[in-house]
């Protein structure tokens, strides 16, 4: 676990409709594929019609490259989903691989356990592979466990684009930074 852990960074991110959600990701998207990232979608939300119809009112220099990741949404109930979620980001050899989560806070969590399963059994196969992990929560799903959820992670994405979580949530410290 802790080779994963050393290559493995967790983003969170709030939005309140898909379009919300979809208007602060694509910009994000768009920079990361400059970079060569390779982008992999776990969604509890079906996107597609969202992307197709944003990405016709802007002018993106990666919009194929966006259109071509899968954004229908993922039945985690069946666990191959999610192992061929990691297998597809493993086969492609990026040096930077993002996975996108949508949905209620059950769902990300249950993504991200299995996810972390799947890289488990594959630790001896990333050497050099770095993650991002990105849990976009439907800000309607919690009840005041804002807190809880940014303890869980070490940056946040907004429309503004990667932060530090401290950055958008003044005199915020993770539990693990309080002595």
């Known amino acids: 676990m802790e080779r994963i852990e ?11 409709s ?4 979809v208007t602060m990701i694509l910009p994000y998207i768009n920079k990361e594929i400059n970079k060569k990232a390779n982008i992999v979608t776990i969604l509890e939300n079906d996107l597609e019609e969202n992307i197709k119809t944003m990405l016709s009112k802007l ?18 109930n069946q666990k191959e989903n999610i192992s061929n979620k990691v297998m597809q980001v493993l086969s ?19 993504s ?9 059994k594959l630790s001896t196969e990333l050497k050099n592979v770095n993650f991002k992990i990105v849990n976009c929560y439907e800000v309607t799903d919690f009840n005041g466990n804002i807190k809880e959820i940014l303890d869980n992670h070490d ?14 949530f003044e005199g915020y410290s993770k539990i693990s930074d309080v002595g």
């Open 59 to 76: 002018r993106l220099r990666n919009e194929k490259e966006i259109t071509e990741i899968n954004w229908k949404s993922v039945d985690i």
């Open 18 to 21: 898909d379009w919300h959600l």
């Open 92 to 110: 492609n050899q990026k040096e930077l691989n993002i996975i996108f989560i949508n949905g209620k806070k059950e769902y990300i969590e249950e």
């Open 155 to 168: 940056k946040i994405l907004n429309t503004s684009g990667e932060k530090e979580i401290g950055e958008i």
């Open 6 to 16: 050393n290559h493995f960074e967790k983003l969170c991110s709030f939005y309140v």
């Open 112 to 120: 991200n356990c299995m996810i972390l399963e799947e890289l488990k």
